[in-house]
């Protein structure tokens, strides 16, 4: 359950780092990517637990 959350984080950090390498927005594409890839993580963790 862990690398449900810490995946997504770490895939949208790392495809932003490359974007604001290659459009030299630097840190705001990794920001933004890395943000949205919490809130994914977040809800899929959220979608697993069981509910009562």
């Not at 920001?31 to 949205?36: N, S």
């Amino acid at each position: 359950m862990p690398f449900t959350l810490v995946g997504p984080i770490a895939i949208g950090a790392a495809m932003g780092y490359f974007l604001d390498r290659w459009v030299h927005t630097k840190p705001w594409l990794a920001l933004i990517l890395g943000a949205l890839g919490f809130f994914a993580g977040l809800r899929e963790v959220l979608r697993r637990l069981p509910s009562e």
